[in-house]
């Protein structure tokens, strides 16, 4: 949530990652995937840039395209595997160096 907040950002999140959102975060716009909501799918095409955190979202037709998107996730193989990356990164450490406004290593 500190990432969302910093970076003024909605969260949208797969079913596999509804139990690690907070039900009250504000930044929370719901699901996106097969049984999702418009506010998630619109979230995520209405972003300049889609940050994927820990996920393997298996539902290409739902990522939009066009815009620039970054993927961090500890499994190396699933960085990529689902849409095209501008960057990625399997460092654990990713979400803190973003928040401290450092590249991570």
Request: charged fraction near 20%; charge should be neutral.
């Given at each position: ?9 909605p ?48 539902y ?21 595997r ?16 973003l ?7």
């Open positions: 949530m500190a990432l969302a907040e910093t970076l003024k950002s969260i949208v999140h797969a079913l596999g990652g509804k139990e690690h959102v907070d039900y009250d975060n504000p930044y929370d716009v719901g699901l996106t995937g097969f049984i999702g909501f418009s506010s998630g799918y619109a979230a995520m095409h209405a972003c300049d840039v889609l940050l994927m955190l820990g996920t393997d979202f298996p290409k037709q739902f990522l939009p395209q066009g815009v620039r998107t970054a993927q961090v996730d500890i499994r190396a193989e699933n960085l990529g689902r849409t095209r990356l501008d960057r990625c990164n399997t460092s654990v450490t990713s979400g803190t160096s928040l401290k406004g450092r590249r991570p290593s």
